[in-house]
């Protein structure tokens, strides 16, 4: 098993380690983390960059995900 | 060394600075809260038993037992799974995050006076209305403090289309971001010194429009008519308004209600709430104010609890009372009043120590809970009887011959 830094700047902004299978495309991974959710709703960056879901993650990769729409208050 | 470089090391020292500070005992909160439990209880047990109370002392110390078992065990567990210790980032790391926003918006602009980070959004446009672009702050102090961020994320429009003084419907007059569902993750953000995040994050915050949150609705952007004013404590912008005779300030529907006593409406900001029966008040019918803690009582919690000796209010949670006769006084009174019996009986008013129900049935040498006297000061000269007293007697008061008698019962 490989890890990577997985970056959810939903909610409370959770940042730590996670497991990947060998092979793991950062759609899948997604698909794992926000099963109701669909990628559009997010920004999503691998190392900083914006990569396609057929990316294959790689060990110590850093993923972040941003949704799209965050409401401000008043 | 090039600015991006100066600039990552900086960060790096302020979020290395902050965890250091954060993590210097080393030890998870919970068990650090329970080894100060621990350690009252043993303070209570040593004093317990130095003033010879036996009850009490085996009454804490089991529990001192119960808090010991409980840390050993919660030791054991977490000696298993180790927290790990907080870590900043490391200068490679934000490095590659500040070029990275350059990549993102173009460039960044440093203010070395204010010590604040800048970008500029592109054109931002809400439901049709065009905003502009945004021009986002990031104070380097943060770093050091994340949760100062809540109150102070500052934005600059560039393009001047206000509505009402706002320059978007989810920041300030003032420029101030209403951060709402990205104040946990700016703040994290902010721990981990992950600069890039900060700005994608508040970029997408500014992007996005909620309508039950917004200063002023995008519906009627710029179309501020002559009744419409903007909440003297949200800032909300509304026509339905209310205004407050008390402070002279107009408000919206959501930010003030009746008082409790007289049913008079009044603003949030002069509406208080009495200490001691949570009522809210208006400023009218704020009695008085507790003499101990400064709260404001109500006009019948205000009559109900004062001081016997001084006749100030007081709160529920301030009254001190004597444990004989339950008579209530203030702090200041009840340290001249409360105090005591020479028996060590303690919490009582003069009064009571006088008429000690103990002090006349106790025994020779016997202190208020039945413990033998330690200290030679209490034993004084009313409790010594010459010879063989019996427990329980004490001399009778020696009657002068030459004492004034009463004449009407001739004592």
Redesign the interface.
């Known amino acids: 098993m490989s890890k990577i830094l997985f970056?959810n700047?939903?909610?409370?902004?959770?940042?730590g380690d996670a497991e990947i299978r060998e092979g793991q495309t950062v759609e899948t991974f997604f698909k794992e983390k926000f099963p109701d959710r669909a990628p559009s709703d997010f920004?999503i960056r691998v190392n900083?960059?914006a990569v396609a879901g057929s990316y294959v993650l790689q060990d110590k990769d850093r993923v972040?995900m941003?949704?799209?729409?965050?409401?401000?208050?008043? | 060394m090039n600015l991006s470089l100066r600039l990552a090391t900086r960060i790096n020292d302020f979020v290395e600075q902050r965890v250091a500070t954060t993590h210097v005992l080393g030890l998870p909160s919970r068990l650090h809260t329970r080894l100060q439990s621990c350690m009252i209880l043993h303070s209570k047990t040593r004093k317990a038993r130095e003033k010879g109370l036996a009850v009490a002392e085996k009454i804490v110390h089991k529990q001192l037992i119960a808090d010991v078992s409980r840390l050993k065990r919660q030791l054991d567990v977490s000696s298993l799974n180790p927290p790990e210790p907080d870590k900043a980032p490391g200068v490679r790391d934000i490095y590659a995050d500040i070029k990275a926003v350059e990549a993102e918006f173009g460039e960044y602009k440093w203010d070395h006076v204010r010590g604040t980070l800048s970008v500029t959004t592109d054109p931002i446009t809400l439901k049709e209305v065009p905003l502009g672009p945004f021009r986002i702050h990031l104070s380097l102090e943060h770093f050091q403090n994340p949760s100062a961020s809540d109150g102070s994320t500052y934005v600059d429009a560039i393009n001047s289309n206000f509505s009402n003084g706002h320059p978007h419907p989810h920041v300030s007059e003032g420029g101030h971001v209403c951060l709402g569902d990205a104040i946990h993750s700016i703040r994290k953000t902010l721990e981990d010194g992950r600069v890039l995040d900060y700005f994608i994050i508040l970029k997408q915050l500014l992007n996005s429009y909620d309508a039950n949150g917004a200063y002023t609705p995008l519906e009627s952007w710029g179309q501020e008519g002559e009744g419409s004013i903007s909440c003297g404590d949200c800032g909300y912008d509304t026509s339905d308004y209310f205004y407050c005779e008390h402070c002279d300030c107009a408000y919206c529907d959501e930010c003030y209600g009746s008082c409790e006593s007289c049913e008079e409406l009044v603003c949030d900001t002069c509406r208080t709430r009495c200490r001691s029966c949570d009522n809210s008040l208006c400023p009218g019918c704020n009695a008085d104010n507790c003499k101990d803690c400064g709260r404001p009582l109500c006009f019948a919690c205000a009559q109900k609890v004062g001081c016997d000796n001084c006749s100030s209010a007081l709160c529920e949670d301030c009254v001190q009372k004597c444990v004989g006769c339950s008579t209530p006084y203030c702090k200041s009174c009840a340290s001249t009043e409360i105090g005591d019996c020479k028996c060590e009986k303690p919490g009582q008013c003069s009064g009571c120590r006088e008429n000690c129900d103990f002090c006349e049935v106790r025994k020779p040498g016997e202190s208020y809970l039945g413990q033998p006297k330690e200290h030679p000061e209490f034993e004084d000269a009313e409790t010594e009887v010459f010879g063989a007293p019996t427990p329980g007697f004490l001399p009778e008061p020696v009657v002068q011959e030459n004492e004034e008698k009463c004449d009407t019962c001739t004592a």
Request: no cysteine.
């Open positions: 970056i700047n939903e909610g409370g902004g959770f940042a920004l900083r960059e972040t941003t949704p799209i729409k965050i409401d401000g208050a008043a």
